[in-house]
């Protein structure tokens, strides 16, 4: 059974505005799924409607097979959650707040909450407004990992923290990945943390899915052409070319990405608009987003 | 030995350590019954999803590069062998793209690279006796 199923949820915040169009996609139990997307392409929106803190006007979010909305507690006890913009209340210790979140999971493991709390060197009789940014969110994840969640739902966790808190962050994950098989379905600007820790990537445009695949799919059977202005290729013309995805106007020259290997791209380029490009190739996660994400053509 | 790896990179990561591991082998720095660490070791160390070592163990295992014996952990496989020669002779192409397109840009002829080329194997089989390239005085 998957652990998180989107089906055609559909959500508008001002009428006729689908911040969320249609979305449908499901994540295996122990899979790790990278949401990419420019900001205000609906990552925030599709994370807080498997958490039940939004719900679709259309279609339906199932957690665990039920929905999160109704079975709040049963399902959030199997839920680990982190957003940027989480706040912890500002005048209690880290031990109170510890001491809250093991109340509430009656899975929590206490050697593992003590053991990220020293690994991260947190001092518990500190209060939360004492802390910074990087400490609260530290702190926050410990109360989001340390019962061993069969999901966890991260919305940009490294937000604003600094490279190391950033690092400390993915070692986390990636220990409780292979201890525990969470699922993890995390959304992050940062291409290279997706790289770490994902299989797979769904990328949201204008609150829709506009490519769900491998993430080694994307880097091995995907690639970029680099079209130079004066061979008069138009805009249809590429749409019509075999595995054609997104193409952008980049100085004088095209940029266009296709779902197929550099030399079956270039092979194509030369029989159907009858010119030689050298200039394909595959590409690192950052750059692929850069030229689908910003694809106008 | 150490394996690194760089997310951005042209290759994705569990190619990078497949990279690593063959050339390690062929290299000589891992010899047949080598251990190799398990993969939780090794993705916790470079911070990465101990499935992306898994797949990266699963196609070296296919390629006969190393073997799982049960229980007791990975290591280099007997079948583990050099790869082919034409792999090999792929390998320096990305160099010669190199060689040839600073030439072009230096304004320098082929033939005077391939000359070159010439010379500089001479100065080098000469420094290796006498000790006179970067790599003998990085040795010494």
């Not at chain 1, 092979?267 to 694809?295: D, H, N, Q, W």
């Not at chain 2, 251990?35 to 295992?61: F, G, M, N």
Request: proline fraction near 4%; aromatic fraction near 6%.
């Amino acid at each position: 059974m998957n652990i998180l199923e989107f089906h055609n949820v559909t959500r508008a915040f001002k009428r006729g505005i689908n911040v969320l169009d249609e979305v449908s996609f499901s994540i295996a139990p122990g899979e790790v799924v990278g949401l990419l997307g420019r900001n205000g392409a609906g990552k925030t929106t599709l994370i807080r409607t498997a958490m039940g803190m939004i719900r679709p006007q259309a279609g339906t979010v199932s957690v665990f097979g039920s929905d999160p909305a109704i079975d709040a507690v049963a399902v959030k006890q199997r839920i680990g959650y982190v957003s940027e913009d989480q706040t912890l209340p500002p005048r209690i210790t880290v031990e109170k707040v510890i001491d809250l979140h093991r109340s509430l999971y009656p899975n929590w493991d206490e050697n593992f909450a003590t053991e990220l709390l020293e690994r991260f060197a947190l001092a518990p009789k500190m209060r939360i407004d004492q802390l910074s940014k990087g400490q609260a969110r530290q702190v926050a994840l410990i109360g989001a990992v340390a019962h061993r969640p069969e999901l966890l739902l991260l919305d940009e966790p490294a937000g604003g923290l600094d490279s190391v808190a950033r690092r400390e962050f993915l070692e986390t994950a990636v220990r409780l990945l292979a201890e525990s098989g969470t699922a993890i379905l995390f959304s992050s600007h940062h291409m290279n943390d997706v790289e770490r820790l994902a299989q797979r990537v769904v990328m949201l445009q204008g609150g829709r899915v506009f490519l769900d695949c491998a993430l080694d799919d994307l880097r091995e059977n995907y690639c970029r052409a680099i079209i130079p202005g004066g061979h008069g290729a138009t805009p249809s013309e590429l749409h019509h070319l075999d595995g054609f995805l997104a193409a952008r106007q980049r100085g004088g020259a095209l940029h266009a990405v296709f779902h197929l290997d550099p030399e079956s791209a270039s092979a194509g380029i030369r029989e159907r608009l009858g010119f030689e490009t050298s200039a394909c190739s595959r590409l690192p996660l950052e750059e692929m987003f850069i030229e689908l994400a910003g694809g106008t053509i | 030995m150490m394996i690194h790896i760089q997310p951005g990179d042209d290759l994705p990561i569990y190619r990078q350590i497949m990279r690593q591991v063959t050339e390690a082998v062929a290299g000589g720095r891992m010899k047949v019954g080598d251990k190799l660490p398990s993969q939780r070791e090794l993705a916790e160390q470079l911070v990465i999803s101990h499935l992306t070592v898994k797949k990266a163990y699963d196609e070296l295992e296919r390629e006969g590069v190393i073997e799982t014996r049960r229980g007791r952990g990975t290591f280099v496989a007997e079948s583990a062998q050099l790869p082919g020669k034409a792999e090999r002779l792929e390998n320096l192409r990305p160099a010669c793209r190199q060689l040839i397109s600073k030439a072009w840009l230096s304004g320098v002829p082929f033939e005077e690279v391939l000359q070159m080329l010439g010379e500089v194997r001479d100065q080098m089989a000469a420094g290796r006796k006498s000790g006179h390239t970067a790599r003998d005085e990085r040795e010494d």
